[in-house]
């Protein structure tokens, strides 16, 4: 059995540790019952969970509810983390099951209205001027334009900064693919931003 360490604060032993270390130590902690242990896990992890169910999903206003569905589902499953993978990547993969069961549970419900602007809606009410968004913005188009495998393994190993292993651990395909998925949407992206005459760089 393994004894859940919390991370001492302000410690050197903190300084040296990697972000997903202490995220790690957190989860075990809060696997033992820890309620600050579990408000630290929490708080580490939830940005990039809904940056990465955001790039999942094709509904803006899905994200918060499916992170907090992915929270709850991880919080009641820490009793069975072991910390043999990395907090963040055992929970992305939670992540990615939550968002996969919201399509299913979505396609077999009877649609009750159809509104095809939906998107320009969303976008119409998306605050502008701030630093930033314009590239933003541009950045979600683009990836927008890749297959779904391939922006999956960009937005975990480029914009969430997972290794390949833990990207791959949570896409549930071997390394080499990940790796390829990554080669395979730079490549794209590098293609679409010549074609479009912009002067940024992946």
Known sequence: MITPV??????????????????????LAARGGDADAVEHFVRALHRDVQRYVAHLCTDPQ??????QD???????????????????AWLLSIARRAVIDSYR?????????????????????????LPGFDDGVALLD???????????????????????AEAAEVSACPIGTVRSRVARARATLMD????????HAL
Do not use: K, M
């Not at 903190?14 to 995220?23: L, M």
């Not at 549970?105 to 502008?128: C, K």
């Not at 922006?151 to 914009?159: D, H, K, N, S």
């Open 62 to 67: 899905a994200v918060d509810d499916l992170a």
């Open 6 to 27: 919390l991370p001492a604060a302000r410690t050197a032993c903190d300084q040296t540790a990697s972000p997903d270390e202490s995220i790690t130590a957190w989860a």
């Open 70 to 88: 992915t929270f709850l589902r991880a919080i009641s499953s820490l009793h069975r983390f072991e910390g043999r993978s990395s907090a963040r």
């Open 192 to 199: 679409l931003l010549d074609d479009g005459g912009t002067s």
């Open 105 to 129: 549970h979505a396609a077999a419900r009877p649609r009750l209205s159809d509104v095809p602007d939906w998107q320009l809606a969303v976008e119409s009410a998306q605050p502008r001027g």
């Open 142 to 164: 683009l990836l927008a334009c890749l297959p779904d495998e391939r922006r999956e393994a960009f937005v975990l190993t480029q914009l969430l900064g997972l290794p390949y």
